[in-house]
């Protein structure tokens, strides 16, 4: 999938998510053993990583290029936004990770 695609995606996927407020940039990112996320970087072994700033309403997707099921990805970032965009990212947290999969997984049927 292209990245003119996958913005594509994330402006329907913003609107059925009511994200529309938010100005969510998706871009390529390379996964790093110390990520500097304000160069694209992202967590070595992840697809994808979700930033954001919740008093401007404006978030950064990163995604793998080359990595399978970049759409599922890019919604499953969204989700992220949706859910915790009003506060900071919250730590790493194996079951909500395994929610967010759900909610994605149900949203692309």
């Known amino acids: 999938m292209s990245i003119r695609e996958l913005r594509k995606a994330a402006q329907q996927y913003q609107q059925l998510l009511g994200l529309t407020e938010w100005k969510i940039n998706v871009k390529w990112g390379t996964p790093a053993e110390q990520p500097d996320y304000d160069k694209g970087e992202m967590d070595e072994g992840s697809v994808g990583n979700a930033l954001w700033h919740p008093e401007e309403c404006e978030a950064w997707i990163y995604?793998?290029?080359?990595?399978?099921?970049?759409?599922?990805?890019?919604?499953?970032?969204?989700?992220?936004?949706?859910?915790?965009?009003?506060?900071?990212?919250?730590?790493?947290?194996?079951?909500?990770?395994?929610?967010?999969?759900?909610?994605?997984?149900?949203?692309?049927r």
Do not use: C, F, S
């Open 63 to 108: 995604l793998q290029r080359g990595a399978g099921q970049l759409e599922e990805t890019l919604l499953h970032e969204l989700l992220h936004i949706r859910l915790e965009g009003h506060r900071e990212p919250v730590k790493y947290d194996a079951m909500y990770e395994r929610a967010i999969n759900a909610i994605t997984a149900a949203l692309r």
